[in-house]
């Protein structure tokens, strides 16, 4: 994966310097594009390898970590950007998930003095989750924090053996719902659901992923939603689940679904995997105050344009956007490095 498409070698620089925070596929493709155009960059991220989701989430099938590892390895190699890892950028106080490998963390207005542009790609390193009781049990794992971990332990980062559930429940449709899935079954379980409060037919994923997962024999699920978690000893024990009806579409334009009242049942599991969806994460909270008037009251980013109102702080990716797919990540790094070399070459 070449980030670096639009020249062949490093160009004369301009002699201003761009800082990317966050190195998944947003940061890199804007740090592809900038680096073309002659701009110095440097990235920053929390993690202990480049990629982002492409390579700490995402499975191997779907997308080979050493391509997008080489793209980052010829940014470093022949085009001099430096790429300082374990780092957080910050600006406030905030812990998300993926923390665990952070070394030294920097204030996000220091960059913002030292750099000519910020771009901020940070992704969406916080998991939605399901306000059920009993989630917080052992054996109730995240789909992020559930692909995360087997992606740390592929790549050496950590020595823990995989786990080997044997009956596996994942809520939700979405594709972090469908790589949670799979991945479950690839880890030998003797049964996993896949449960969803609507049908196929409105499934974020798409109807096709629903069809290959049912041919690889995992059970789909559809029109059920959670009410609790049941546990014994605070260890999950099996899901109790609400049958629902669609109603008229809302606010996503997809139909509502409306639980059936009596209609409860249940399903065992010794592993349940809530995938409802991760929510943006930006590196600044609230008590920033420079920044606190670029979000909105859940603590998003809000913005018309890449930059945000006239500070040289720009935003690319799934942080702003919620999560997508990577080629719209990709699309979105180079709009904003677009936007940025025009900011530059005026001021």
């Given at each position: 994966?070449?980030?670096?498409?639009?020249?062949?070698?490093?160009?004369?620089t301009t002699?201003?310097?761009?800082?990317?925070?966050?190195?998944?596929?947003?940061?890199?493709?804007?740090?592809?594009y900038?680096?073309c155009?002659?701009?110095e960059?440097?990235?920053?991220?929390?993690?202990?390898?480049?990629?982002?989701m492409?390579?700490?989430?995402?499975?191997?099938?779907?997308?080979?970590?050493?391509?997008?590892?080489?793209g980052a390895e010829d940014?470093?190699?022949?085009?001099?950007?430096?790429?300082?890892?374990?780092?957080?950028?910050v600006?406030?106080?905030?812990?998300?998930?993926g923390?665990?490998?952070?070394?030294?963390?920097?204030?996000?207005?220091?960059l913002?003095k030292?750099?000519h542009?910020?771009?901020?790609?940070t992704g969406?390193?916080r998991?939605?989750?399901l306000?059920v009781?009993?989630?917080?049990?052992?054996?109730?794992?995240?789909a992020?924090?559930?692909?995360?971990k087997?992606?740390?332990?592929e790549?050496?980062?950590?020595?823990?053996?995989?786990p080997k559930?044997?009956?596996?429940?994942?809520?939700?449709?979405?594709l972090?719902?469908?790589?949670?899935a799979e991945?479950?079954?690839?880890?030998g379980?003797?049964?996993?659901?896949?449960?969803?409060?609507?049908?196929?037919k409105?499934?974020?994923c798409?109807?096709?992923?629903?069809?290959?997962?049912?041919?690889?024999?995992?059970k789909?699920?559809?029109?059920a939603?959670?009410?609790k978690?049941?546990?014994?000893n605070n260890?999950?024990?099996?899901?109790?689940?609400q049958k629902m009806?669609?109603?008229?579409?809302?606010?996503?334009?997809?139909?509502?679904?409306?639980?059936?009242?009596?209609?409860?049942?249940?399903l065992?599991?010794?592993?349940?995997i809530?995938?409802?969806?991760?929510?943006?994460?930006?590196?600044f909270?609230?008590e920033?105050?420079e920044?606190?008037?670029?979000?909105?009251e859940k603590?998003?980013?809000?913005?018309?344009?890449?930059?945000?109102?006239?500070?040289?702080?720009?935003?690319?990716?799934?942080?702003?956007t919620?999560?997508?797919k990577?080629?719209?990540a990709?699309?979105h790094g180079?709009?904003?490095?677009?936007?940025i070399?025009?900011?530059?070459?005026g001021?």
């Open positions: 994966m070449k980030f670096t498409f639009l020249c062949k070698s490093k160009p004369s002699g201003k310097k761009v800082a990317i925070v966050g190195a998944g596929i947003a940061g890199l493709s804007a740090a592809g900038l680096v155009k002659g701009f960059v440097d990235i920053y991220d929390k993690q202990p390898l480049v990629g982002g492409a390579t700490l989430a995402i499975p191997s099938y779907r997308i080979l970590p050493s391509d997008v590892l080489e940014l470093v190699k022949n085009f001099g950007v430096k790429i300082y890892l374990n780092t957080k950028v600006c406030g106080e905030r812990h998300d998930e923390d665990d490998f952070v070394k030294q963390v920097i204030d996000l207005r220091n913002m030292e750099y542009a910020i771009l901020i790609a969406t390193w998991s939605r989750k306000g009781p009993g989630e917080e049990a052992r054996g109730v794992v995240d992020l924090n559930f692909l995360y087997l992606k740390l332990i790549h050496g980062l950590i020595k823990e053996t995989p559930p044997r009956k596996v429940i994942v809520i939700g449709a979405g972090s719902a469908v790589d949670a991945e479950a079954l690839r880890l379980a003797e049964e996993v659901y896949l449960v969803y409060r609507r049908t196929k409105e499934a974020p798409g109807e096709y992923y629903i069809e290959d997962l049912i041919m690889k024999g995992i789909w699920v559809e029109l939603a959670p009410t978690i049941l546990t014994e260890t999950v024990k099996a899901v109790e689940f009806r669609l109603g008229p579409p809302d606010k996503t334009g997809r139909p509502a679904p409306i639980p059936i009242p009596g209609s409860e049942f249940i065992e599991a010794d592993l349940v809530p995938a409802i969806g991760e929510i943006s994460t930006p590196p909270t609230f920033c105050a920044l606190k008037q670029f979000l909105d603590g998003y980013i809000i913005s018309k344009g890449y930059r945000l109102g006239n500070t040289n702080v720009f935003v690319a990716g799934d942080v702003l919620g999560p997508t990577l080629g719209e990709c699309k180079l709009y904003a490095a677009k936007a070399e025009v900011f530059l070459r001021v």
